[in-house]
């Protein structure tokens, strides 16, 4: 059976930067997560999903205009990062190894820090890319997933043709790439959240 996931090496293999220095950019993450800024898409993700079976394109107004993140409100949250060779200052000031990591890589369309709240997921659905002219592999890297025995964080892609589905755990240092409008779902059944970062990365006509 053909797999849904993606090797990310396929279309940029500069991408392996990135887990050379994992290490790095995870303390980095971990030391500085609590002065970033994270804006709450649950609600839009819901709707959106619910009404016309996509996820919630998330677009300079609309990350301008949404919620901040808010504690006490489980859900899906979306943390800026970059945007083209654009970034996020908010962010990315106290991201600097990842930032430049990521600008050193080039050929990025999108780049931020995605949390899933414990008990959340995200049904089926697929995605939109972002230059509608240009196709983009989506890459999520797993920068902090607890660890709990007899718990999981999950993502499940489903196969065009077939109909069979993968599921794959999230852990860290684990990369899931895969086509946006591949049908996909996530679930975190864990009792703390999972974080990734999401990249989009342009593909190579």
Not at 103 to 121: A, F, R, T, W
Request: overall charge negative.
């Amino acid at each position: 059976m053909s797999s849904p996931f993606i090797n990310y090496k396929s279309v940029n293999p500069k991408l392996e930067i990135l887990l050379d220095r994992f290490d790095s950019i995870r303390e980095e993450y971990l030391n500085n997560r609590d002065k970033l800024e994270f804006k709450d898409f649950t609600k839009q993700q819901d709707k959106h999903i619910a009404e016309v079976g996509k996820g919630y394109p998330i677009g300079v107004n609309s990350y301008f205009t949404a919620n901040i993140k808010d504690k006490e409100n489980m859900g899906w949250h979306m943390g800026a990062i970059l945007y083209g060779e654009i970034s996020y200052d908010r962010n990315s000031r106290f991201l600097p190894i990842l930032t430049e990591t990521l600008k050193e890589i080039s050929g990025l369309s999108v780049c931020g820090i995605n949390i899933l709240d414990p008990g959340i997921q995200l049904n089926w659905h697929h995605d939109d890319d972002y230059h509608m002219t240009h196709p983009t592999l989506r890459t999520l890297w797993g920068i902090d997933v607890p660890i709990e025995e007899g718990r999981n964080s999950i993502m499940q892609m489903k196969n065009s043709l077939t109909g069979d589905v993968e599921t794959r755990d999230f852990k860290n240092k684990e990369v899931f790439g895969f086509w946006p409008k591949t049908l996909h779902r996530v679930e975190n059944n864990l009792t703390q959240p999972r974080t990734v970062l999401a990249i989009d990365v342009f593909v190579n006509k």
